[in-house]
């Protein structure tokens, strides 16, 4: 497997915006958990390199949460059961060799300063989790102000002397001071606003160069974004990844250049990232979905292909993943393409979405059997929905298809179910 050539920061930036998708109040809120923690870190003089990781750790502080009920919960000042989603994005930071140097600042990002200085941390490390810890309350409390009125200048003396009540309890003594001083300034607090605050992010991955990053370090952190999705509703559990497995593996069955196959890869993990704004009501609905429900599900492709080609080195990652509703017969969302614009990358994982979801419990449906997946593939092939020559693949291989959807690629041929 090779290399992407691709802006460490601007990939981390683009898939955050995934993050923002869940908060449906709180748009941009880790964009500003990171502006804000990053001026309170220049006024307390970190070094360039703590403040890069902090910046990092800011904007993605809320991966653990991909549920909209939890993420309504935490815009509450004080949740008892807050740190589920903490011990949640630990955990996939740690596996994430890139950033498994944040996962402790993850995991303490909602920890008490009382409770922090007692536990045997790095220095640092504390310093970024209680930083943005308060930074994180300040955005949930500048929201707040501003539904009692637009003008958040009018909320900021409330929204501190809040942050000031928990000093030495919540709070770094040294850390609230900090903040103290950068929010005597009026500018501190309208940069919160949207343009702004996309204009300080631009200018943080702006500094960090195009460079060629191994194919398992890029695809360690996509995975983050694509069990962020999956984790979104027990029916979708691992669905990212086994559609991943798949398209790869039909790359190779087809003979596609490994390139490529490592792009398959990556656009299954992230073919549903703009899944992240469907409400869970409608993802988890066990009987059909309303016409208005239904809309609600078929702009989630065009999501996932916005966020994606913001990632340069992403364009054709972008491409396959956005276009995995498309049907050959022009009858698909968002695009309504037609066989002669969708590329046989496109088209592999259009095929493998509906495989992998087939081969799962779903609240309308329990899986299919190997066979009975088939049967409906072949019917959508025959009325000009999936691509022919794929299905015709699938099921020339259809052991090896199975274990590759279902992420069973060690179980032995005869388990396979017929």
Known sequence: MGTFNINLHELVYSLS??????????????????FMAAECGKQ???????????????????????????????????????????EIGAGLLAITPPLAHLSDVILHHHT??????????????????????????????????????????????????RIVEKRGSWFNPNIVDAFLEVARSESFWLSLEREHVDGYVYEWFSHETTRPIKFEDVKSLVKIFSHIVDAKSPFTFEHSQGVASLSRHL???FEIPEHNCDMLDLAGLLHDIGKLRV??????????????????????????????????????IAQWAGQHHERVDGGGYPYHAKESSLS???????VADVFQALAQDRPYRPAMTPSQIIEILEA???????????????????????????????????????
């Not at 809320?62 to 919960?73: E, I, K, L, Q």
Request: proline residues 2%; negative net charge.
């Open 344 to 350: 046989l990358e496109a088209r592999i994982v259009a």
């Open 112 to 161: 008490h300063w009382s409770t922090l200085k007692t536990l045997d941390l790095p220095d640092d490390i504390a310093l970024m989790a209680n930083l943005i810890f308060l930074v994180d309350r300040v955005d949930v409390l500048s929201l707040q102000a501003q539904v009692k009125n637009a003008n958040i200048l009018l909320g900021m003396d409330d929204v501190i002397a």
């Open 251 to 253: 790359g190779e069955l």
């Open 17 to 34: 915006d995934a993050l923002d998708l869940v908060g449906v109040v709180q748009i941009h809120h880790g964009k500003r958990v990171g």
């Open 380 to 418: 959508d092939s025959d009325a000009g929905k999936l691509d022919r020559n794929v299905i015709g693949m699938v099921k020339n291989n259809i052991e090896s298809c199975w274990k590759r959807a279902t992420l069973q690629e060690d179980v032995a041929a005869d388990a396979v179910p017929a």
């Open 279 to 316: 409400p869970d009501n409608v993802l988890e609905k066990p009987g059909k979905l309303s016409n208005s429900e239904f809309r609600t599900i078929q702009r989630h492709s065009f999501d996932t292909f916005n966020i994606l080609k913001k990632i340069r080195g992403f364009g054709e």
């Open 44 to 86: 307390m003089g970190l070094d360039s390199t703590t403040l890069d990781s902090l910046f990092q750790a800011a904007i993605l502080h809320d991966c653990g949460v991909s549920n909209t009920s939890v993420h309504a919960r935490l815009a509450q000042f004080e949740w008892e059961q807050v740190h589920g989603h903490c």
